[in-house]
């Protein structure tokens, strides 16, 4: 303990001095708890972040892995919808990043189970190669029994980590799990926890919404499409149906990336063939909307070049990522001009209205003729004009 210090004051009466004594040591310690306390802020601040953006990518990977595997596109699909609706509904960015910590936490589960697999990986083929070499052999069982034996301690150990919240320092710090497992036994109830947590956690992903918002979104914008895409499919054989085609297509195109935010705001199917309901909203926020629907096309256009050729289905998530990457932020955008003209309940200045509109034509049109010639180099040749990757499925190929 650190010795006080004395000090001397005037007494009331200006005749005399009081002494006081000092203590140093609360000063220092109230200076280190503080200095503490800030480098515990720091560090939450950094793990927080990591943390997110550990997330990010891992929900980016997953919509890829989900939008190439057939039916469970629709998850991915529907999540798209959810996130524009999300934003069309608050105006805020960062409402359309769902469930970030949720992937941020299967993520790191993923991660950790992969490298403590990695030693049982090891030992597995250490064991098939004394098998190969001496069939029956001695060394061959001992490499079967150690080969149980970590089987048995990594299986332990994911299902300790995972129960503990699926952290990775806890998949990289074993030593904590089997006392942390023994006592949660010891007490009981650690089944009747460990089932309620991972239904809980199921749940909050609401995957059957996410799958039928998808569906649905899915079959609505499918009808604004089939008719002039069938029409300038039928143009190889009567070219003036196939420029007819393209001229009902540019004009859906001005409405179709509006109506899907309409829809996935309010969760109503008939949200999307509300066309005068769109074309209030653009006159609220004309250049909002002009800017949103330059920056989904032009986005959905390069995505065009991974349509030319097949590749093999266990790695068609790897075109699945570039199509998450490009479509999401044009989603966000789209929700965020959606909500912006309904903060607004009157129409702005005509010279808004027509400069959106003279900003948006030759957008679509540059899109139709990309899209018009994409079926000539495109892998499934005709077919392609049906997929529609900024609007549909978020992949290059339906069929994968």
Not at 5 to 15: R, V
Not at 300 to 323: G, N, Q, T
Request: charged fraction near 15%; hydrophobic fraction near 55%; include cysteine.
């Amino acid at each position: 303990m650190s010795e006080p210090i004395l000090t001397c004051l005037p007494a009331d009466d200006s005749k005399g001095l009081v002494v006081l004594a000092v203590d140093t040591e609360e000063p220092v310690r109230a200076a280190y708890d503080s200095e503490k306390s800030t480098v515990r802020r720091a560090s939450h601040i950094v793990g927080r972040t990591w943390e997110w953006l550990f997330g990010v990518v891992t929900l980016t990977v997953g919509l890829a892995t989900l939008a190439a595997v057939p039916i469970l596109q629709f998850l991915s699909l529907g999540y798209l919808l959810e996130a524009g609706g999300r934003v069309g509904r608050s105006g805020r960015f960062q409402d359309g990043l769902i469930g970030v910590r949720q992937a941020a936490r299967v993520g790191t589960i993923v991660l950790g189970t992969w490298l403590v697999l990695l030693p049982l990986r090891l030992v597995s083929s250490l064991a098939t190669s004394a098998d190969l070499i001496n069939p029956g052999g001695s060394t061959a069982r001992q490499w079967r029994f150690w080969l149980t034996v970590v089987t048995v301690v990594a299986a332990m150990h994911i299902v300790a980590a995972v129960s503990r919240g699926g952290k990775l320092r806890y998949f990289l710090w074993p030593f904590g799990n089997p006392i942390w497992l023994a006592k949660k036994l010891w007490r009981g109830g650690y089944y009747a926890e460990a089932r309620d947590a991972v239904w809980d956690f199921v749940s909050a992903m609401r995957l059957p919404y996410y799958f039928w918002l998808g569906v649905r979104g899915f079959a609505g914008t499918m009808l604004w499409f089939v008719i002039p895409v069938s029409l300038m499919a039928l143009g190889r054989k009567v070219p003036v149906l196939g420029f007819l085609g393209a001229f009902v297509l540019g004009i859906v195109l001005l409405y179709v990336p509006f109506l899907q935010m309409r829809f996935a705001s309010e969760n109503r199917f008939r949200a999307l063939f509300e066309l005068r309901a769109v074309r209030l909203r653009f006159k609220r926020a004309p250049w909002a909307f002009a800017a949103a629907f330059f920056i989904t096309l032009a986005f959905a256009i390069p995505l065009y070049l991974l349509k030319i050729e097949m590749i093999p289905r266990e790695a068609a998530w790897l075109p699945s990522l570039f199509f998450i990457v490009f479509i999401f932020p044009a989603r966000l955008l789209t929700g965020w001009a959606y909500a912006r003209s309904g903060r607004r309940e009157v129409s702005r200045h005509w010279f808004f209205r027509w400069t959106g509109r003279l900003w948006m034509l030759p957008t679509a049109v540059i899109y139709v003729v990309i899209v018009f010639f994409s079926q000539y180099a495109a892998w499934e040749g005709v077919w392609s004009l049906y997929e529609q990757h900024a609007f549909l499925l978020p992949v290059p190929f339906m069929g994968m």
